[in-house]
């Protein structure tokens, strides 16, 4: 019985990604949700007790995905530039692969919903920021690199970079990828990222 009440949960939220994928732009209600999923809008309610929970599901998942990947990279990676290279290029790729996400990730969907929610995604921001800055401090101790413009600087700027890739395929409904020529600007960035001490 868990099992099955389990799937409808994981149904619900998948529909729910769907609809911000394929409806850029538009508000989201729990009857238009519940006709996706082939429900009705009590059975919806039945799994989570508002849309705020059913947006927390996914920005659960977006953690998940995201945080378990990072800490594989900083486990199983030495040098800094390549482990900054991959957790930000970890980041756009979950982005351009889960459209509908990044409407959540800019909190484009969340307007006139709870501020929980908004606060949720700055600290999942705040998350990515804090592990870049870790990995930039291990850098002098490691290689003896230190940031061109300090730990705190060099984070923001990259976390700038990140949310307004992911902000402009929001913004072109989804056309324009995030990883688009990301290669190309990673190599800019890593070039004067990081100094000899």
């Known amino acids: 019985m868990s ?17 911000l994928e394929s409806s850029p732009g ?7 949700l519940a006709k996706q999923v082939g429900v009705s809008e ?9 849309k705020a929970k059913m947006f927390e599901g996914l920005i659960e998942f977006i953690e998940e995905s995201l945080f378990t990947r990072i800490h594989r990279i900083v486990q199983g990676e030495a040098d800094v530039l390549t482990r900054i290279e991959m957790i ?13 996400m990044c409407r959540l990730l ?5 307007a006139g919903e ?6 949720r995604i700055a600290q999942l921001f705040e998350r990515i920021e804090t592990q870049l800055k870790q990995v930039m401090r291990e850098a002098d101790l490691k290689q003896g690199l230190r940031p061109a413009m300090g730990v705190a600087p060099c984070a923001d700027l990259l976390i700038a970079i990140i949310e307004g890739k992911i902000r402009h395929y929001v913004r072109s409904d989804f056309k324009v990828k995030p990883t688009n ?4 600007q990673w190599s800019t960035l890593a070039q004067n990222l990081m100094l000899n001490r």
């Open 3 to 19: 099992t099955k009440k389990s799937d409808r949960r994981t149904q619900i939220l998948q529909a729910l990604a769907q609809m």
């Open 26 to 32: 538009a508000r989201i209600t729990t009857a238009a």
């Open 42 to 50: 009590a059975a919806l309610y039945r799994h989570f007790p508002s």
């Open 88 to 100: 930000l290029t970890l980041t756009l790729g979950f982005a351009e692969h889960n459209p509908g």
């Open 106 to 110: 800019t909190a484009d969907v969340l």
């Open 114 to 119: 709870t501020d929980r929610l908004r606060i």
């Open 181 to 184: 020529v990301w290669t190309e």
